[in-house]
């Protein structure tokens, strides 16, 4: 399944890069969304439970945990500002068709991947950070493939009410803004009345 999803992404792109009629903004933020949400979103977990269903060992080192939890959240962040950037495409296009091209142009459409790929990488370096400062884990093990924040947080000895405040502002910035995002665009585009 790994190889067909990757596969599968990889043909997307490729059909999206060899075809010129293809060569708009629509499908350069969804070559984007393709490559960093079913490649390298996927290639952070599933090669490790790969090998550790291989070799019958879950083993992996703090630094191999916080370096899975730094490039997984980057992906998953920079997914969700791809969305936003797409609907913000989209809203353009049919809310104002006649400045399309001078609003979305290439170099726009670089700068918004730009910005999503900075935005992704402050924001896992936040989630880092905040893991860093938790150094008295009660119990090392984790019962799964792969380590998340929420589950490196609980393993913590640190005060209760600090980790529940890192895991709402955790969910508020990685959650709430980018549905709100769309959300917005979206009742723009669509008015209700």
Request: charged share 10%; with cysteine; glycine share 4%.
């Amino acid at each position: 399944m790994y190889l067909v999803t990757v596969l599968g992404n990889l043909l997307i792109i490729l059909a999206i890069s060899t075809d010129s009629h293809l060569h708009t903004p629509m499908y350069f933020f969804l070559s984007n969304l393709s490559f960093v949400d079913n490649i390298c979103f996927i290639s952070t977990t599933v090669p490790k439970m790969i090998v550790d269903i291989l070799s019958n060992s879950r083993v992996i080192s703090y630094e191999g945990r916080l370096t899975q939890m730094f490039v997984f959240l980057i992906f998953a962040s920079m997914d969700d500002m791809l969305l936003i950037v797409m609907a913000y495409d989209r809203f353009v296009a049919i809310c104002r068709p006649l400045h399309y091209t001078i609003i979305v142009n290439p170099r726009q459409c670089v700068l918004l991947v730009l910005l999503s790929v900075l935005i992704s990488f402050v924001e896992s370096q936040l989630h880092n950070s905040v893991v860093l400062q938790f150094t008295c884990f009660k119990d090392v093990e984790i019962a799964n493939f792969f380590c998340d924040p929420s589950q490196l947080l609980s393993l913590s000895c640190s005060d209760p009410l600090i980790k529940t405040i890192v895991k709402y502002i955790g969910g508020i910035i990685f959650g709430i803004f980018p549905i709100i995002g769309i959300f917005f665009l979206t009742i723009k585009l669509f008015p209700p009345f």
